[in-house]
Structure formats: structure tokens, C-alpha cells
């Protein structure tokens, strides 16, 4: 097959028209085709960032840069976009973050740095990440090292943050200021209108109507269970079209099922209904990686172990599903069958996620352990929506992932709950129902008994959390030993 | 002076095999491996693969024009399998087609027959069924046997111990080039050179002097590719000669994670006996290596297990038991300590475990029972100093150790839910090859007429910053600054029968032969010199590229001077040969001096647990290290920072499983976890031993690389502390890693137990 698809681009300095495969990942198209070879393949899973560029796009006439593993992105997804590699970084002097790199030592074989400047160079480009260790812990939080040990990267990239903090402070585009303080070459300063001038383009679809290729939106699973299958498809890209932001009516929060998680995170309206949410994000994998994962494709992989599925089943969510016989609407909770099962035909998309606000007395909580706390896929994960009135559960829904064929409500569990007494004697009792509806395997995740126990213990945590003035946590614990 | 190529690194400019423009008509092969972990091979179909368009060629066992078999202490293993499979993975076919997306198709596209035998994954099961690449090997000292009666607390237990991936970046590759008259040019990331060239010429059947291995860096090998990058270089280079075209082969991470070996595990039994006064009588340790299919380098890293197996402590009464078992696993190799934690494991488990029986901390085991100056080890080899003891004892003092001790005690009376514990490990390692033979380094080094240096050595850039130290001693011995100082690639053509870059000794055995060759390039230079200030050459030196005569700056620059000194018709080449003095080892009777000297320190690590969740943060790690004197500060504190990371990592998240039939699960990076910058604490100090000069090493330096890798087992111990503090720990085996999973296990004993019990029950 191996059709190709005429694409242009920013690539760095370069205005540039190329034919490439749309499902060739952007690693393969720089390394291979042009040569580019700073961005180095540690994985090709997006575990590692070796491979982090940053794609600009052009909103409002300014380009907002992201940064994304290169070793998941569909080329398809690049046109009119400005494609960032270490190389398009590079000055005739180093910058603030490469020369803080070099003194503090943060660079011992050499093979993950590229990855890691691109990553804190990202990282200051976002106005919306403090200059801060927070902000640079945040922007490295795809990188992996095996020489250092970490504290000398810690250290030059903290250095590197302060020492542009005040060009950048409270400005509204770091990228001029950037480019200012010689951390950003000057080809960023046109990279607007380089873009504006690449003509738009209805959105590519498959040349035959039947033809039943991948469906990528975010990609970040796809590519990694099929990466090496795609490029010879022709899929179709979801991300084509622009991405509208979530709205609330009715008390309806109603949200483009391709939202990155990131774009969900950050959403107002999202904040507002989950205040927790940002916090939430930090423990689901990296921040390149969740530029790319949509809300939709961590449902329709079906893992059970899906972090934003989990915490989506907790706030009763539904699907608005798009297909040849028409819309029809299903409930999170009822879309799987079986393990890797959908109730959802092959024509079949999900246009839209749909969750009623929580109300005012309505607490929720969400949780995951994971070995690694950052970039991990859970053992267990649980969410938990809570309405209390005074000393009486009114309504209590929480979900679990990682400890059936797929994420779970415990329906029986928010049965028992319901109208309850918020105490500790009930949660206990309630942990036992829960017990009756999982049943987890053994796993490279973990041991039956293990996701049994921690199944028991996030649960608990939901309650201690959300209630602290009511159920103490040192009760809990002696509790349950 | 920083790490040499760190500006190269921060720009991405710097080169890896497969970065360099490829050459024409480059090929690129990838590896059919076996789907099973044993069995006899009925039949291989790659007609399939063949029918591809693009597919070159496929190699199997038959078309290996040389010896099929090799291997660095017993040519046990085929480059193709020979019948039968070994393990999952095992290379069964090379698939070279015009593209790598080709050649990966072409590996789909194989298929094997294979009739499946027993599969073993446990050492202790290969030991009672005799699968042993070696005998079992014993060391003792002393009595042990009549000296458990004279012991006031007996305590025995065993462990199961992980082995550890070495997840260098950089996937192994090679690519290998045909040259006229059958001569090959192999660029390979490995850290043996002169074994890879040895290794292609064996195989392909052809004279070493054909076969030219050159490697600029390496994106990381912690042993990795001390013994196995090999086959990807043999493999590569086939193809290559073979076929007369340049052929290139890079693993996939899934493919050499499932392909290569890692740090052995082992499974240990040991029995510790201490004297009314707490020092430790005896003690017997019985280490069952899981060595995986082939000898590999199993036979020397068990070796260092039985040598670091009493680590710093001074005990009268030993016995050593060890044996390599064959599993049906990838062949375990090499990784940074080389056998050495394995060691040394055990007998902090037994110290823990007799501290917590007689009710005292650790440490207080762990400081009395200290070796001192004029204590000899169970191998004979004698302890020259007491620099272990300053490292113990400026650690606990510089980092106030009763201080912190009172802290988690009053946090830990405060707390429910979260619980502290604080471990400290005292490492003392032995620097050499225990292979006697291969401590030698050998450095080229030439000065060009407009002044500027080139330093060739058989030292291997993998990140360790071994170019960087050379430039260093180059720049020091003649005197000039380091930016005249350019350091090659490693080239079997320039520099001959390399020994690894391992074993920590790579900086000295070649920093030492870089002094000699500096050194006698110098001695000619300051010959011209004399003549031209009228002096004599012993008064000659030359500073920041001034040369003085009798301390005194003369009109003459160094640039000058190299170019009189060509016009006298002077050396300006050199070739330095270093071996380290006074060692020698008796692999037979496991005695004699095997290192040249001991690198020590001490490790304070704190960790906290949370009691609810079963996860951990380790909050603090606090060192003293005996560098001697250090050559570049930020690459050697690069050295401890990064050794006491995989440590720690070893010993906490890195978790290899293999399923009963051996088939490798965790075998992507969303499966094995290694630290991030998240999981490492940001509190991590570092102190060097002052005034700590040491005669052995180039410029009184210390080896760093793989001593520092130990300090990290205070992590484990000290997360076992704070589980401690909520429920006392009772197992019948100690198992690495403490993974969240089983800290969780170990809060909790008696939950865990009773919800499986009504699991089971509602399934019935």
C-alpha cells in the first residue's frame, strides 16, 4: 500500500513540501529522511522522550507550541504545523538551558539530552508553566535517564528556569522574550507567518470509502501496539479538524471526545466541575504524552487499567456515538462487553463525552498507584463521586480499574452505600462488597492479592480523603490491618 | 573542565553508530528469535519472508562460513541456533533487506516449528537437576563449621534476589562495512572492541588483522555490551561479507530487551552467628547464580560474588558456596558491579535480620563489625588502610545520624498512616579484572606540528566520561589546556588486544598508559628545550603552554616548541603500555592479591512509606566516597550520582518478571520501570574523602564507575525500616525488589492473606 500524502510544513527554519506516508511517525521522517539525528529512538513508546519535539500550531495568527514524542506522531497531522526538532534550537551559542546542562554536568552519554533540552526549552515556552522547579519537574516529566542520577538535570534545568525567569515573567508570549534572551533561535519570530501562508486543506480521508484502516486520533496507544504496521495504511487522522473546547448547559458538561487530556485538564469548565483535575493529570503518564491522548481513545482502547476512563466512569459519563444508522447515546458504563470489547460498530465514532456537573455536595476523588509515580501504568486505579448529608451517604459511585477484564462501576458497592451512615463500620463493610465485585488477575502489574488489597485500600482512601473531619484516617488504617 | 562532549550532546550533534550518513546502498537486517525458551526446531519456513520485495537475503546457522560457536571463557554459544533453542528470543534467523521496515516484515514473515522442552527459570530447580555451566565453587576462611556452637544468636534465612535490566538508551547496533581484499570496518556500540573484532573474525573465518572495529561513543553500557554486543556486530558483519554491501542491524528495545541477558539474580541461603558482644563469628553463604543459557561472563561475575561476599566486614569464620546454574533464560552478563551486590546482599540481609532478633539497630551490627587496616579476606588479599572507617564515620557525623534517627522515631510516633526508616551500607570494593591478564591499558598519543594533540586509548566512551578523563591527563602531564586535546575513537587498528571498558579500571589502566606515553614524548620535547634555553632538561616544564626553565617562564611556547622539536627529528608519538603492579589471583584456589586496591564509602539513605497506599519516596541520600584524588569533579560526581541511581533502582522499582515458561514480561519500558527524576530524591549530597591521594591511580585517582552502584541497597533496607515501624516483617524468603506491591504485602500480612481466603472461597 504505502501511499503517500503531500504535505507542508515548518520543519525548523525550513518552509518545506514533502510526500510521506501519513502514518510514517515524525522520529522516522526526521532521522531517515532528513537526516535530522538529534532526536534519538530510546523506545519508539513514548516511554523514554529521547524523541521529544515540539509542534507548533498556529491559533489566533500565533503559533502555540507543544511538545510531543516524535516516535507517536503521525506525519499526516503536520501540515501547516511547525515541527521543532533540538536541531531547530540550536544557535550559534548555546542557550541558557544547554549551557546549564553543560556546567551542572547533566549530561554524562549523551543519548537522552537532546530529549531533555527539547523538553525544558517546551517548558518555558508555555506561559501556562510556572518558571519554576515545579514548571521544569512538569516539563521533564517524559524524560527518562540511565547515567545521571537525575540531580544534575534537576539542577540545570531549575538554573536555566531562573535564569529566564525575569525575561519571561508575566509575559503573555514567552516566545519573543525568549527569543530575545538567546534562548529560542530567531527563526521562531516569523514561524507565524510562514504558517499563514500554507494554504488550508479540507481534511485527508482514506481514498477508498470503504476502506477499513486504523483510526488514530491521539495515537499514543495505537502506535505502540500497531506502530509498525501504520505507516504502510493510510489511516484517518482524527486530529485534522480543530478541536472544540468543553461547554456546559443544563448542567451538562459536554466535551470533544478527541480532547487531550491536557486540553481536558486545563479547561475552565473541567477545572471548575473536578477541582482536583490538575493534580489528577500530573499522575497519568507524561506531559508530551498527554498533549497527544484523547479522552475518546483511552476509552475505546479498553484497558482496563485507563486512568481518565476510571475517573469518567466515577462522574457517570456518557457517549455520544456517531455512526452510518445515526446518533445514538450510551453510557460509559455500558460500553464494554469483555475484555477489549465494545459496544461500538466498526463505522462507528465517538463524537462526545458527556458527564452531568457534579453538584455543589457532591465530592469526588480519584486515585492510582503505580510503581513509578510518573509515567506508569496503574496496578490499581479508583474514582470516587460522594454526596453526603449530614452523617448519611446519599449517593456514592466509584469505579476501579486494573482489577477486572475491564474498568468497573461497583454498582453493588454504591448500592450498599446508598443511604448509608458515613462512618467508619460501614466503609468496612462496604470494602467487603467490593471484594465480591472484582476479580483481578496476576499480571506484570501486579499479584491478584496484591490489586485485591490496594482495591481495598484506595477505596478506603476515597472516604478518608473526602471526609476527613468524619472518618479518621488513623481509625481506617488500624482498621484495616 | 567539563565532560568533553557535553556541548556536542546538548546540540544533538553528537554521533552514534546509525547518527553517521549511511553509506551507499546500506542494508539494514533485524533478528527472527525463538518464540519459545527450549526445544528441539523441527523446521524453519522463510519462504514467506523471501517472497518479500526488498528482502536481500536471510542468514540461518548453516551459512556461517566460520566457527559457529563462541564465547569469552567457554564457546558454548552458536551466533544462529543449532537445533535447538536455549531460551525465548534466542537468534534463529537474520533477515537483511533493503530497508529496516523491510526487514522487520521479513522477520513476521518467518516461521518456526519447534517441539517444546522443559523449561527451567529457577536456579535452585537447575542446581537439583544438575544444569550447571561450572561446579560448585567453595571459599572459606576459618572454621565455620565448629563455630556456630560458640555463637550467642543463630540466624538463617534465604533470598531471592533480582537480576536488572541495563536499559542503556541506546539499543545495541552495529553497522559494518566491507573494504577491499575481504577487510571489514565495524562501527559497534560496544565496550569491548578487541572481543567484537576477535569475535567477527572467528565466525566469519577470517585473520583479526581483516576485521577493523571502531567505536566513538556509546549511549550508555553498565556491562550491556561488554560481552553482547557482540552478536549484533557478528550478525551485522555476516551479512556485510556475505553479501560485499554495507549492512546495518539496530535492536528494537522490545527485541534486546528480550534478546540480551541482564544482571544475574540469584537465589541465596544464609546462616549468620554472632558472639555475645555482636560481632559476627560466623558466616555461610550459599549463592545459586541464575546464569541463563549460556556461560557468557557468569563464571568472573560469580567469581566477585564470592570475593565481595563479606563486603566491608571483618568476619574470623566464612564459608562461601556458589555455583552458575543453566536456565533457560537469556544468558545473564555483565552489569556495573559485576557480581559485587550480589555479594554483598546477603550479609546485609542476615545483619538486618540478627539486629532485628537481638532487638538493636542495623548499624550498630553493621559499625562493629567493620573491617580494620591488616584484616585479610577470605581470598587473602589484605586490607592496607582504614579509609572504610572515615567514610563510616564522617557520614554519620557530617549528616547527623543520631539526629536524623531521633526525627523518624518522634515522626513515626506522630504518624499513623506514614512511617520512616533510615539505612546506612558501608561498600568496599575491589578495583581490577580478577582475570589477571586483563589489566592493561594501552594510549597513542600524537602531537601534530601546529601543537594540537590526538589521545587514542583502549578505553570506551560510554558516557562515563573516559574521554574526558584522558584529555584531562593529557592536558595535565604536558601542560597545556585541554581545548589543544581532541580524544579518538577507540580503533583496533591504532590501538591492539583492548581489554574491556569495564571493571571500573578503564581511566586507569588507560590514564596510566596516557601518562607514559605523554611522558615520553615530553622527555624528547624537553631535550630540544634544553638546548634552545640552555638548561638541562630536568629543568624544563611547561605550564598553560609556556615553557619554563627552572621555574621561570621562558620566550618559548609550547606551539614553538613542537615544531623545533619536529625539525630535530623528535618523537612526537608515543605508545604508553600500563599494567598495575602486585596482582595476582589463583582462580583455583581462589587466593591471592586480585586487586590493586579497595574504593570505599559509607550511605545514608532515608525513605518514606505510605502506609495506606504501600508507596514509597526515598527522601534522602547522603554519601562519603573515597575518590582519591579526583580527576574532573563533575564527571566523577556524574560517576556516584548515576551508580547510586541504578542502585537504587535495582533494588526498589526494577522488577524483571518472566513467566513459567520463560518468556520475558516486562519487556518495554511500560513494563520496567526504571527511576525518574520524580523517584530520586532531590536531596542527594555527595562528599569526598579528603587528603585521600591515591598512589595507584593516574594522577592519585580512584576508579569510581561501578562502586557507588551499592550504596543504593540502603534504599531497600531503609523502606523495610519504615514498614517496620507500622508491622513488624515475617517472611520466609527476602525478595528484591521492594516494589509498592510488596510493601503493600508486607503492611498488611494479615489482609492480604484473608481476602485471598474469601476470594478463593467465593469462587468455590
Redesign the interface.
Known amino acids: 500500500m504505502n501511499q503517500t500524502l503531500q504535505i507542508t510544513l515548518l520543519l525548523n527554519d525550513e518552509l518545506l513540501t514533502v510526500d510521506v506516508p501519513p502514518g510514517m511517525v515524525a522520529l522516522d521522517f526526521l532521522r531517515k529522511q532528513r ?1 535530522l ?4 529512538e ?4 513514548g ?2 522522550g ?1 524523541c521529544t519535539v515540539i509542534v507548533g500550531e498556529l491559533q489566533n495568527s500565533q503559533v502555540r507550541y507543544r511538545p510531543m514524542t516524535s516516535c507517536l506522531l503521525p506525519m499526516g497531522e503536520l501540515h501547516g504545523k511547525h515541527l521543532v ?3 531547530g534550537l ?1 544557535m550559534e551559542q ?1 542557550s541558557p ?3 546549564a ?5 547533566g ?8 530529549g531533555f ?1 527539547v523538553a525544558m526549552t517546551a517548558g518555558l515556552m508555555d506561559e501556562t508553566i510556572p518558571l519554576s522547579e515545579k514548571g521544569h ?1 512538569f516539563a ?2 517524559g ?12 539542577q540545570a534545568g531549575q538554573q536555566a528556569f531562573r535564569t529566564l525567569e525575569p525575561d519571561l515573567s508575566g509575559r503573555k508570549s514567552r516566545i519573543k522574550a525568549l527569543c530575545s534572551a538567546k534562548a529560542l533561535p530567531k527563526h521562531f519570530l516569523d514561524a507565524a507567518e510562514k504558517l499563514c501562508c500554507i494554504p488550508q486543506r479540507k481534511q485527508i480521508l482514506p481514498p477508498d470509502s470503504e476502506y477499513t484502516g486504523p483510526i488514530v486520533a491521539g495515537g499514543t496507544d495505537l502506535f ?1 501496539q500497531k506502530g ?1 504496521e501504520i ?1 504502510d495504511t493510510f489511516p484517518q487522522l482524527l486530529n485534522q479538524k480543530a478541536i472544540s473546547p468543553a461547554l456546559e448547559s443544563d448542567g451538562v458538561i459536554r466535551i470533544d471526545a478527541r480532547s487531550s487530556f491536557e486540553a481536558f485538564a486545563r479547561d475552565p469548565v473541567i477545572q471548575e466541575a473536578i477541582p482536583n483535575i490538575l493534580k489528577y493529570n500530573d499522575l497519568i503518564a507524561s506531559w508530551p504524552i498527554r498533549t497527544r491522548a484523547s479522552l475518546g481513545g483511552n476509552i475505546c482502547n479498553a484497558s482496563p487499567i485507563a486512568d481518565m476512563t476510571c475517573l469518567l466512569l466515577a462522574l457517570e459519563a456518557e457517549l455520544v456515538i456517531f455512526g452510518d444508522s445515526g446518533k445514538r447515546i450510551v453510557p460509559l458504563q455500558n460500553f464494554y462487553l469483555g475484555y477489549k470489547t465494545l459496544a461500538k460498530k466498526g463505522d462507528e465514532l465517538i463524537a462526545e463525552i458527556r458527564f452531568p456537573k457534579p453538584k455543589r455536595n457532591e465530592r469526588i476523588n480519584w ?1 492510582k ?9 496503574a ?1 490499581v486505579n479508583s474514582a470516587a463521586k460522594i454526596e453526603a448529608e449530614g452523617e448519611t451517604i446519599k449517593q456514592a459511585i466509584i469505579s476501579l480499574g486494573g482489577v477486572a477484564a475491564t474498568p468497573l462501576a461497583l454498582n453493588q458497592t454504591s448500592r450498599f452505600l446508598q443511604g448509608a451512615s458515613l462512618s467508619s463500620s460501614t466503609i468496612l463493610e462496604a470494602l467487603s462488597v467490593a ?2 465485585e472484582i476479580s483481578p488477575i496476576s ?8 490489586k ?3 482495591a ?3 477505596i ?2 476515597h472516604f ?1 480523603n473526602l471526609f476527613p473531619d468524619t472518618i479518621s ?2 481509625a481506617v ?2 482498621a ?2 | 573542565m567539563k565532560h568533553c562532549d557535553s556541548q556536542l550532546h546538548v546540540t544533538g550533534r553528537s554521533e552514534y553508530v546509525d547518527d553517521v550518513s549511511p553509506p551507499a546502498g546500506l542494508l539494514h537486517a533485524a533478528v527472527f528469535g525463538s518464540p519459545i525458551a527450549h526445544g528441539e526446531i523441527q523446521s524453519l519456513d522463510t519462504s514467506k519472508a523471501r517472497e518479500i520485495p526488498g528482502v536481500i537475503a536471510i542468514y540461518t546457522f548453516d551459512d556461517i562460513p566460520g566457527e559457529a560457536y563462541f564465547g569469552a571463557i567457554v564457546q558454548d554459544e552458536p551466533l544462529f541456533a543449532d537445533n535447538k533453542v536455549f531460551f525465548q528470543g534466542q537468534a534463529i534467523a537474520l533477515v537483511v533487506a533493503e530497508t529496516y521496515e523491510i526487514a522487520r516484515q521479513g522477520v513476521k514473515a518467518c516461521a518456526v516449528n519447534i517441539d517444546p522442552l522443559p523449561v527451567i527459570t529457577c536456579p535452585r530447580e537447575a542446581f537439583a537437576k544438575g544444569e550447571l555451566h561450572q561446579e560448585l565453587r567453595v571459599f572459606e576462611k576459618g572454621d565455620v563449621d565448629a563455630n556456630w556452637s560458640k555463637c550467642e544468636t543463630v540466624v538463617e534465612g534465604s533470598i531471592d534476589l533480582a537480576g536488572q535490566e541495563h536499559l542503556y538508551l541506546e539499543t545495541n547496533r552495529c553497522r559494518s562495512i566491507p573494504c577491499e581484499d575481504g577487510q571489514l570496518k565495524v562501527y559497534s556500540s560496544t565496550q569491548s572492541p578487541s572481543v567484537t573484532q576477535k569475535t567477527i573474525a572467528h565466525i566469519l573465518g577470517l585473520p583479526m588483522n581483516k576485521v577493523e572495529v571502531d567505536v566513538k561513543r556509546l549511549g550508555g553500557g553498565f556491562g550491556g555490551k561488554e560481552d553482547q554486543a557482540t552478536h549484533w556486530a557478528c550478525m551485522a558483519s555476516l551479512a556485510a561479507f556475505l553479501l560485499q554491501k554495507p549492512c546495518q542491524l539496530v535492536l528494537s528495545r522490545s527485541d534486546d530487551m528480550r534478546m540480551t541477558g541482564k544482571r544475574h539474580p540469584y537465589k541465596q541461603d544464609f546462616k549468620i552467628g554472632l558472639d555475645s558482644d555482636g560481632r559476627i563469628l560466623a558466616y555461610e553463604v550459599s549463592h545459586y547464580q541464575n546464569s541463563g543459557a549460556f556461560m557468557d561472563l557468569s563464571n568472573p561475575v560469580l567469581e566477585r560474588t564470592c570475593l565481595h561476599s563479606t563486603n566491608s566486614y571483618a568476619i574470623p569464620h566464612v564459608r562461601i558456596r556458589a555455583v552458575p546454574c543453566r536456565t533457560n533464560l537469556p544468558s545473564n552478563t555483565a552489569f556495573r558491579g559485576f557480581g559485587g551486590p550480589q555479594g554483598m546482599f546477603p550479609l546485609e540481609v542476615a545483619i538486618e535480620k540478627v539486629a532485628q532478633k537481638l532487638s538493636v539497630s542495623p548499624d550498630w551490627i553493621q559499625e562493629r563489625n567493620l573491617a580494620r587496616s591488616g584484616y585479610v579476606f577470605h581470598y587473602g588479599q589484605e586490607l592496607e588502610d582504614d579509609r572504610l572507617h572515615r567514610t563510616w564515620q564522617e557520614t554519620k557525623e557530617s549528616f547527623d545520624l543520631e539526629t536524623r534517627r531521633q526525627a523518624i522515631a518522634d515522626f513515626n510516633k506522630k504518624h499513623s498512616s506514614k512511617k520512616r526508616g533510615l539505612a546506612l551500607m558501608p561498600v568496599c570494593f575491589g578495583i581490577s579484572f580478577t582475570k589477571t591478564f586483563l589489566n592493561q591499558g594501552s594510549s597513542l598519543v600524537h602531537v601534530y606540528t601546529d601543537g594540537t594533540v590526538s589521545v587514542t586509548t583502549g578505553g570506551i566512551e560510554m558516557g562515563q566520561g573516559v574521554s574526558s578523563n584522558m584529555i584531562a591527563i593529557c592536558s595535565r602531564v604536558f601542560g597545556i589546556p585541554h581545548d589543544r586535546i581532541l580524544c579518538n575513537s577507540t580503533n583496533t587498528s591504532r590501538i591492539a588486544n583492548i581489554s574491556p571498558s569495564a571493571a571500573s579500571a578503564t581511566s586507569d589502566l588507560n590514564g596510566n598508559a596516557t601518562i607514559i606515553a605523554c611522558r615520553e614524548i615530553l622527555a624528547g620535547m624537553k631535550k630540544v628545550a634544553a638546548t634552545k634555553l640552555k638548561c638541562e632538561p630536568e629543568e624544563v616544564t611547561i605550564v598553560d603552554g609556556r615553557v619554563h626553565c627552572s621555574g621561570k617562564a621562558s620566550e618559548l611556547d609550547w606551539n614553538t616548541l613542537v615544531l623545533e622539536s619536529y625539525f630535530a627529528r623528535v618523537q612526537l608519538m608515543a605508545h604508553g603500555f600500563y599494567t598495575p603492579p602486585n596482582i595476582s589471583f589463583d582462580p583455583v584456589v581462589g587466593w591471592g592479591r586480585p586487586f590493586h586496591y579497595y574504593t570505599y564509602g559509607t550511605c545514608l539513605i532515608e525513605a518514606t512509606v505510605d502506609c495506606i497506599q504501600g508507596t514509597y519516596t526515598i527522601d534522602t541520600a547522603k554519601l562519603v566516597h573515597d575518590l582519591g584524588r579526583g580527576i574532573i569533579p563533575s564527571v566523577d560526581l556524574g560517576q556516584v550520582e548515576g551508580g547510586l541511581a541504578q542502585g537504587i533502582g535495582w533494588v526498589t522499582l526494577e522488577e524483571l518478571a518472566f513467566s513459567d515458561d520463560g518468556q520475558l514480561l516486562s519487556n518495554a519500558l511500560s513494563t520496567y520501570k526504571c527511576p525518574d527524576g520524580d523517584f530520586l530524591p532531590d536531596d542527594i549530597e555527595v562528599k569526598f574523602l579528603e587528603n585521600a591521594d591515591n598512589p595507584g591511580g593516574p594522577l592519585g585517582s580512584k576508579a569510581v564507575g561501578e562502586p557507588p552502584f551499592m550504596y543504593g541497597m540502603a534504599a531497600f533496607f531503609a523502606i523495610r525500616r519504615a514498614v517496620e515501624a507500622f508491622s513488624p516483617i515475617e517472611e520466609e524468603e527476602t525478595k528484591s525488589p521492594i516494589t509498592p506491591e510488596q510493601t503493600l504485602l508486607k503492611l498488611y500480612p494479615n489482609a492480604a492473606h484473608s481476602l485471598t481466603a474469601n476470594a478463593t472461597k467465593l469462587k468455590k
Open positions: 537526516q539525528t538529534g532526536s534519538k530510546g523506545c519508539k513508546e516511554d523514554c529521547a526538532s533540538i536541531e540550536n548555546l538551558v544547554q549551557s546542562m553543560v556546567e551542572c554536568g549530561t554524562q552519554c549523551g543519548y537522552c539530552t537532546p533540552i519537574d521533564t516529566s524524560n527518562l535517564c540511565r547515567c545521571t542520577g537525575y540531580r544534575s538535570i534537576k505502540v509498525e505507516p486515585s498507584v503505580s510503581k513509578r509515580k510518573i509515567l506508569d501504568i496496578s471484594q465480591n499480571d506484570v502489574r501486579g499479584s491478584a492479592i496484591y485485591r488489597l490496594l481495598r485500600q484506595l478506603a482512601q478518608v484516617e488513623e488504617c488500624e484495616l490491618r
